[in-house]
């Protein structure tokens, strides 16, 4: 509910490579479009906005982006509000791996540092100020738009962010997180180790991801703190991570912890780098933790948007923990009566991110959207949807894709289900897209391959029943990513006839063996 599970994407970069666009300033305009909607729906996070706003700078063509965000609660807007003015905060403020650190703090642990806590609190009174004054938004963060969410909506904001200050009230997160996992687990609560190692070593590492260590995997599964550092002490309940805030009087009338506590927080940014040696294994041991990923994926990301330029990662920052058993201490008590009004401000501009809008969008725009809604009609060029959404999925949703639109379907590849509950979800979501015309941009069928996304495309008087043709070169993409995965499909299938041929010469020799033995028999 507070993370996806499923790695951050350029959506700019799916589009152009789905529809074999020219990336260049030399590209006829009647090619690029001028302008791209795209619509993130339950995304859960702004991972996919970060990623393609920091590489922007990357492609030769840079259209307009305008991007809808579209999340069941206010709780999550306000949360993804926070998120993306601490990623775009101006460099003045932090240094690259300061801001990457209090972001996975944030981002995916229960407590927080007091120094994480200082600037959720900071942060959530300019961002109230922004919602609520015009002129104040305008000055500091002009790319964000509220006006589609309901007056409802935005009390749920106002709501979310007063309940970050730490005079509120307390929450009660390891009480919460330590309620939700007995309940998960029941009689097996007592041995709950057990069942962690199984839901990582038997699930999760044979779904693409191998990089989560099993250390960081269990602390998180028994305390929700998932990014650990030696030199940091978490103490501080993570206030973002409360759901169904209601006032009550002077105090908040909450659901306590409501996300997820099987997969982790590690899917949007550690299990991917662009530097092979991080993902170096020996004997089943990684070199490198899915927080060590993570941190230096953050700061290639964080790079990008401050100077628009390559980043080089220094090695030095990045320390091999994969394999070692880091001690962890008693969790310490929190009290927020230490945080003062007089603490910093955080209210300079965010980092200007040309031509560029964030419009958030009411929860219930997404019913209109299943029915069919005329006001969508025809409106945005990407969609992405997250699994949970599914249910929201029909042939009518459909018609507010442009013509020529790119359409991304989360799986349930990195949850802990069954792999049939896994294979029957894709199945009726081809289903789907396959009745709403929509065509796959790769081959689906070509391999037994396991797949995080779905990627279909809707074309101008497209067939999802006519007959797909696919290029050599998404074919040898399958191969490669076969070949990550392991299926060395080739090689056992020439290994087959030898082992065959083999066995029928054991065969013939025992037979052989069995004639002469019967033979001496007789002549006794």
Known sequence: MFWGLSSALDLYQEYIKAFKLPDDDKADAEEQPAALNILICGGADPRHVIRTLAKRYTHGCK?????????????????????????????????LVCKAHLFMDIYGNSLLRPSSHHYMAAKARTLLRIICTEDVRQN??????????????????????????????????QRFWEQRVRALLGPRYDHREGAFDWDLSMTLKDREAQQICSQEYRYWRETGVAFVFPEYEH???????????????????????????????????????????????????????????????????????????????????????????????????????????????YNKPWIPVPDVQIHFVSSMDILDMQKGCSRWDDHFDIAFMAYNYFSFLSKEFFRALHEKALFIMETKLLTVERKEQVKKFESNVKDILKEAG????????????????????KTLGGDGDAEDKFSDEDNDTNEEEANELGLYITEIEESQPEDIQIKQQIEVREGDAETECNDALAQD
């Open 235 to 345: 103490c501080k309940p993570n206030k973002t991570l409360a759901a169904g805030l209601v006032r009550n009087g002077r105090n908040f009338v909450h659901r306590g912890y409501v996300g997820d506590i099987q997969t982790g927080p590690f899917c949007g940014f550690g299990l991917r780098s662009s530097e092979e040696r991080m993902h170096n294994s020996v004997h089943g041991e990684n070199d490198y933790r899915a927080t060590d990923v993570t941190e230096r994926n953050l700061l290639e990301l964080f790079h990008e948007l401050q100077t628009q330029s390559v980043y080089e990662h220094d090695k030095t920052l990045s320390r091999r923990y994969g394999s070692t058993k880091l001690l962890m201490t008693p969790l310490l008590s929190h009290n927020e009566s230490d945080v003062t009004e007089s603490q910093q401000c």
């Open 438 to 457: 929509l065509r796959p941009c790769i081959n689906y069928q070509a391999i037994n391959a396991k797949n995080m996304f779905l990627k279909y495309k």
């Open 140 to 173: 500091v963060v002009p790319m964000l738009n509220i006006d589609a969410l309901k007056y409802k909506e935005r009390d749920g904001l106002e709501t979310a962010f007063t309940f970050w200050q730490p005079k509120e009230q307390a929450f009660e997160i």
């Open 63 to 95: 259209p307009k982006l305008n991007f809808y965000l579209l999340d069941g609660c206010a709780e999550i807007m306000a949360r993804n509000m926070l998120l993306l003015g601490l990623a775009l905060e101006p460099p003045e403020s932090f240094s």
